[in-house]
């Protein structure tokens, strides 16, 4: 089973910056997509980010140019910087890991989630 555990989330008032860590289960002959969602209270959750496995990175329209997505030095490891929070972006922000690669667990084609952490920005 592969484990996720996203960290760095808090209140900051609008203006500021948040930086979210997201580390998962560290299998050697895997390679990782890892993204990043949100579920505000009373929303659907949405897409924020992702770092894919070869390094190409999407994003959300409503967070280009705000938030950065980054891998750490373990492939396993990815962070997304987040700038000039809004309001709007207070949320419950979610990693998800998706494994790639020829053995197992890395070819299951299964997304893992975290448990969240707690993004709360004041105006």
């Known amino acids: 089973q592969v484990q996720l555990e996203e960290s760095g989330g808090g209140s900051v008032q609008a203006g500021g910056s948040l930086r979210l860590s997201c580390v998962a289960s560290e299998y050697t002959y895997c390679t990782y997509d890892m993204s990043w969602y949100r579920q505000a209270p009373g929303k659907e959750r949405e897409f924020v980010s992702m770092?894919?496995?070869?390094?190409?990175?999407k994003y959300a329209d409503s967070v280009k140019g705000r938030f950065t997505v980054s891998r750490g030095n373990a492939k396993n490891t990815a962070y997304m910087q987040m700038d000039s929070l809004e309001p709007e972006d207070t949320a419950m922000y979610y990693c998800?890991?998706?494994?790639?690669?020829?053995?197992?667990?890395?070819?299951?084609?299964?997304?893992?989630w975290g448990k969240g952490t707690l993004v709360n920005v004041s105006s």
């Open positions: 998800k890991s998706r494994l790639r690669g020829s053995v197992a667990p890395c070819y299951y084609d299964l997304d893992y």
């Open positions: 770092l894919e496995h070869d390094e190409r990175i």
